[in-house]
């Protein structure tokens, strides 16, 4: 296997011939890629379950809408928070030590928040904040076998769409502004049998 560079803060974007259900159009920011495997979240999957019927003290910063995301088909008991923090996306990533306590950078302005600490420590500066419960995960090698196939289209991502308030729209905003050829992927009918 060739060195694995890190895809740590890009986007994994469904392709239209994913043919696995659960990434069905997904949009899954990677928290973590190296060569022992990659963590990520699925952005664009809201619940019917509402932040406050699980985690009642983060509700009041959870951005809109304020329900929490099924971010994979991993550990679905459990709940990994993503808050975007303004002003923290120019600093190097090398420093991660900087920024609100409770809050470890991922990439740029983005980082994982411990939901074990108080809310009140991140409350004046989480500029959004995204609850998911589970993850997608994939072992070593596993992703790049995956991209190899064409399964995942691999974009930069934004601040905003971790926060996206439509995310039901988001795998098409992605590609749409992409300046290449992904951005005509966009238009691709949810069902390609009744064009």
């Given at each position: ?33 190296d ?79 411990d ?41 930069e ?39």
């Amino acid at each position: 296997m060739t060195e694995v560079s890190s895809l740590t803060g890009r986007l994994l974007v469904a392709t239209p011939a994913l043919a696995d259900p659960n990434f069905d159009r997904a949009v899954v920011l990677l928290l973590d890629h190296d060569e022992e495997g990659s963590l990520g979240v699925v952005l664009n999957r809201p619940t019917p379950v509402g932040v406050g019927d699980i985690l009642e003290s983060w509700a009041a910063l959870a951005g809109e809408p304020g329900v929490v995301f099924q971010g994979g088909p991993v550990s679905l008991d459990s709940a990994l928070g993503v808050a975007v923090v303004p002003g923290e996306s120019g600093r190097s990533s090398a420093r991660n030590e900087d920024g609100p306590l409770g809050w470890r950078r991922v990439h740029g302005a983005i980082g994982l928040v411990d939901l074990e600490a108080p809310p009140e420590l991140l409350a004046a500066a989480v500029g959004s904040l995204r609850i998911f419960a589970g993850y997608a995960g994939w072992g070593p090698g596993q992703l790049e076998d995956e991209l190899a196939e064409g399964a995942w289209y691999v974009v930069e991502s934004e601040p905003g769409d971790v926060s996206s308030p439509a995310p039901e729209r988001l795998w098409r905003a992605v590609l749409r502004r992409q300046r290449s050829e992904l951005a005509m992927v966009a238009t691709y009918p949810d069902d390609p049998s009744l064009n």
